[in-house]
């Protein structure tokens, strides 16, 4: 189901989706996840918005990333990915969006429930 959610202090929702997504799964704030990614990317010499340097953020989070099954390339969407993950903490990627999904639920500022993700990262318990 979809949830409107959007921590942009100035209530943006263009260009931020990483950082939107990943405030979510990690329960943090938009400023703080800002700066942590924009410092990964510091530190690989790289834009916070390239995937490998958002995915190392998520990694040293405790995320793991997976790939989704190939068997529907084209009609797999998040409302499907959400029905069949009903529970536990996701980012999802879709090649030109980032979402966030919690326990079957998708969190964004949009209702992108038709979107094709590519791949997940999953926040992994300890």
């Known amino acids: 189901m979809f949830v409107q959610y ?3 202090p100035q209530g ?3 260009g931020d989706c990483v ?3 990943i405030a979510k799964v990690t329960e943090k704030d938009w400023d703080s996840t800002y700066l942590a990614v924009a410092m990964q990317g510091f530190a690989m010499k790289d834009m916070p918005s390239a995937n490998h340097i958002w995915g ?5 989070q405790g995320f793991k990333q997976y ?3 190939n068997t529907c390339p084209d009609c797999y969407t998040v409302q499907d990915f959400c029905e069949d ?3 536990g903490v996701y980012l999802l990627a879709t ?4 979402i966030a999904v919690e326990d079957g639920n998708y969190f964004d500022s ?3 429930g038709s979107e094709i993700p590519i791949y997940y990262w999953k926040r992994e318990e300890n």
């Open 56 to 60: 190392a953020y998520l990694k040293s």
């Open 19 to 21: 950082i939107r997504a």
């Open 67 to 69: 790939a989704l099954p």
């Open 110 to 112: 949009w209702d992108s």
């Open 12 to 14: 943006n929702y263009v």
């Open 95 to 98: 090649g030109s969006h980032v």
């Open 6 to 8: 959007n921590p942009n």
């Open 85 to 87: 993950y009903p529970s």
